[in-house]
């Protein structure tokens, strides 16, 4: 559990609480003449990490995205905790990108500005801003430009900044799929802890290992359907679909 | 042939010996498209930011229009500041026409479709890559004008000096609305313009060293953000 000299003590001294379950009902997504999302319907019911697979243009970055409400639904809802989401419901939710995205300002300055964003006074912000940064280990390259850190670094700093926000729910886009190793072992560190403090964490991942490492439950999704959700357990030990069971064992899933 | 080596060395005096006349009508310019520069930035950064950010019908033909009066010539621009502030003009009761700050009203208007058209480019680039990050993050529409300005900055002070660049080098517009009053209107090129139809080649060519320097000057200096940006990784 968490440590009382963990440094993220200071940035919340609560644990968080996810407006759970995540229902998703009907939920269509059209674009361009293409239906992108088909009918899904889930219900996210665990605290610990949820990990979203499939092949690509499955329409997991879709998802995550109407799960956040970057984008809306052609049909269907999404109920948190039994309301649909509402501004305050954006702000207990942060989302980490695939590719960093870093405004052109010191390492310290992308995190200040999340938070300045989301309401946090200036004096606050300075204290949040070095624990941010020393749960990430970036507290040495917090005045340098962001976009001069390594690839690892960065997505990194994209963690700590959502992370600083104290997010009740956290999405992840493959946070991971263009980094070495330990870089990935970093950043699976910080989700791990990030769990333990209570934030739920819905995570699109090709890595199989990876989602075997970190996730409580598997959402398959192939053609805008989601057609497997199951603990990982099962999952991986016991797919019920054809289509996961091609995409663990490394077949050509189409 | 050594009428313009005498002209030439006479100019060079007058640049050394920093002639009362020539720094006069130097400090005029000067003044006056700084002025000009400052407020067109003001009203370039808003409006080229708020085209980038905010969706409203007709934003596309508004853009259209700003990129288009970039090459707005000087001398129509000063011909509409002259009809506003002519005495039948609906600002006529004001009195400025004549005087620096006519020069200085012509001038913003001739600059700010250049700040304001490159800085809606400098954000909308940015927005490409931020949008997302910066909704995910609950920035208001403000936040995120607010947010590119400040990450565009390197590509504002471009845009800055070439609208500074623009209105020192201008002829037209400062003539028509200013009249090219000694010790009161006249500015570089309309003195050059003058004293050149008087054959006072000496001054012309004089001011004419002085306001290539500048230009050379703004354009070093172009490059120079534009390593600095490059350097910092900032770009």
């Not at chain 1, 490492?213 to 357990?233: K, N, P």
């Not at chain 2, 990450?151 to 517009?173: K, Q, S």
């Amino acid at each position: 559990m968490l440590d009382p000299t963990s440094p993220l003590r200071g940035v919340s001294d609560r644990l968080a609480s996810p407006p759970l379950p995540v229902e998703i009902k009907g939920l269509v997504y059209e674009t361009g003449g293409k239906r992108v999302i088909d009918d899904v319907d889930a219900t996210i019911e665990s605290r610990r990490i949820t990990a979203i697979m499939g092949p690509n243009g499955a329409g997991k970055s879709i998802l995550l995205r109407l799960m956040h409400g970057l984008i809306a639904p052609t049909q269907g809802e999404i109920l948190w905790a039994g309301r649909p989401a509402d501004r305050s419901m954006a702000y207990r939710q942060a989302m980490v990108f695939q590719r960093p995205v870093l405004l052109r300002r010191s390492v310290a300055a992308n995190v200040s500005h999340a938070l300045g964003l989301r309401g946090v006074g200036r004096d606050k912000r300075a204290i949040c801003v070095d624990e941010a940064l020393k749960l990430a280990g970036l507290e040495r390259q917090a005045s340098m430009p962001a976009r001069v850190l390594s690839g690892g670094e960065q997505q990194r700093l994209c963690l700590a900044r959502a992370l600083s926000l104290d997010p009740d729910v956290l999405f992840l886009d493959e946070p991971t799929s263009s980094l070495d190793p330990a870089s990935t072992l970093a950043i699976e560190r910080l989700l791990l802890d990030a769990q333990r403090r209570g934030i739920k964490v819905i995570l699109v991942t090709h890595d199989v290992g990876q989602a075997r490492r970190l996730a409580h439950d598997v959402m398959f999704l192939h053609h805008g359907r989601v057609i497997e959700h199951q603990d990982s357990q099962d999952f991986f030990d016991n797919p019920q679909s054809e289509g996961a069971r091609g995409f663990l064992s490394g077949g050509l899933v189409l | 042939m050594t009428d313009f080596i005498d002209a030439f060395r006479t100019a060079l005096g007058l640049i050394a010996t920093l002639d009362p006349d020539l720094v006069e009508i130097l400090v005029l310019s000067i003044k006056v498209s700084l002025s000009a520069v400052v407020i067109a930035s003001l009203l370039g950064f808003a409006i080229g930011g708020a085209l980038a950010v905010y969706r409203f019908p007709g934003r596309g033909a508004v853009s259209a229009v700003l990129s288009a009066l970039m090459g707005l010539p000087p001398v129509v621009a000063g011909l509409v500041v002259y009809l506003l502030l002519s005495n039948v003009g609906p600002l006529g009761v004001l009195q400025l026409l004549y005087t620096p700050t006519a020069m200085i009203i012509a001038q913003v208007v001739l600059v700010t479709p250049i700040i304001g058209a490159l800085t809606r480019q400098a954000c909308q680039d940015l927005l490409e890559e931020y949008d997302e990050q910066l909704r995910s993050l609950g920035a208001s529409s403000s936040a995120i004008v607010a947010t590119l300005l400040w990450d565009g900055r390197y590509r504002l002070i471009t845009a800055v000096l070439a609208g500074f660049g623009r209105a020192i080098a201008e002829v037209g517009a400062v003539m028509i609305v200013g009249g090219n009053i000694d010790h009161v209107t006249r500015t570089m090129t309309t003195a050059i313009a003058l004293e050149t139809s008087k054959g006072n080649i000496a001054l012309a060519l004089a001011l004419g060293i002085v306001l290539l320097t500048i230009a050379l000057a703004v354009n070093a200096s172009l490059i120079w953000v534009q390593r600095l940006a490059n350097r910092l990784a900032y770009a």
